[in-house]
């Protein structure tokens, strides 16, 4: 006979596995449309950094992040090839991905400084 301890565990167990399918991710807004793959790619690989809140990480949204203060290329380059704390990503992904992330930062910039 199962023990009511077991039983609870797999419920649990069940839960955690199924919980991730039903696309209950709190935190993660939804994607607009026309930045999918930007939006996946910067969930996926950047707002654990970005988004955790660590001083150590600077905020994407910061005027120093602006396209006249920084340039998609420069984005490009630092994101690709690593900069200070920050790993190199280019093993991860491609050029076309890291472009769309930056597209979708560029319009996280531009609505209230809000991800969305
Ligand atoms: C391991 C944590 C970490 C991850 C993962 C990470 N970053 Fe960073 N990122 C940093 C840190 C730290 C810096 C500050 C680097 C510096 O200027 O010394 C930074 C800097 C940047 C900058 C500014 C670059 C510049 O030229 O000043 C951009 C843009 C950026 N990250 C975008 C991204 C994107 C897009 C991703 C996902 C593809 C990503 N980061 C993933 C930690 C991270």
């Known amino acids: ?18 919980f991730p399918l039903l696309g209950c991710e709190p935190d993660r807004p939804l ?18 950094c970005h988004e955790s809140g660590n001083k ?3 905020n ?3 005027k120093r ?3 006249e ?10 994101i690709r090839n690593g900069r200070g704390q920050m790993p190199p990503q280019g093993g991860m992904l491609r050029d076309d991905d890291i472009k769309d992330a930056i597209r979708y930062i560029r319009f996280m ?6 991800a969305k």
């Open 1 to 18: 006979m199962k023990s009511v301890i077991s039983r609870f565990l797999t419920g649990v167990t069940g839960f955690l596995l199924v």
């Open 31 to 48: 994607a607009p449309p026309n930045h999918r793959n930007g939006h996946k790619v910067y969930y996926g690989y950047c707002s654990g």
């Open 56 to 58: 150590k990480v600077p």
């Open 60 to 62: 994407l949204r910061d």
């Open 65 to 67: 992040y602006l396209s």
């Open 69 to 78: 203060n920084t340039s998609d290329a420069q984005m490009l380059r630092s």
């Open 109 to 114: 910039q531009k609505n209230s400084g809000k």
